[in-house]
Nanobody, 112 residues
């Protein structure tokens, strides 16, 4: 049973930056693609970014491309999401995902 814990969320002004972390326990994540999703109030959960097990390939939603960077440290069993040039529309709960496992989410609020 994999357990995912997100952290690093908070309140930031528009144009600011945050780095989210997703720490995994209960299993080794090194061979798996890891994903970040987000869910804004009243909206569905949507894909943000993914990274392959080796870290060699990444993919981003158009809304965050060029501003967000996903990375991983397999030695630490952790995935990161660096978010720059934040906009009010980035306000959401951000979730880490591995196969069918989800974390509890971390709130990101961007004030304009």
């Amino acid at each position: 049973q994999v357990h995912l814990v997100e952290s690093g969320g908070g309140l930031v002004q528009a144009g600011g930056s945050l780095r989210l972390s997703c720490a995994a326990s209960g299993g080794t994540i090194g061979e798996y693609t890891m994903n970040w999703f987000r869910q804004a109030p009243g909206e569905e959960r949507v894909f943000v970014a993914r990274i392959t097990g080796s870290g060699g390939l990444t993919d981003y939603a158009n809304a965050v491309k060029g501003r967000f960077t996903i990375s991983r440290d397999n030695a630490k069993n952790t995935v990161y999401l660096s978010m720059n040039s934040l906009k009010s529309e980035d306000t959401a709960v951000y979730y880490c995902n591995l196969l069918g496992f989800w974390g509890q989410g971390t709130q990101v609020t961007v004030s304009s």
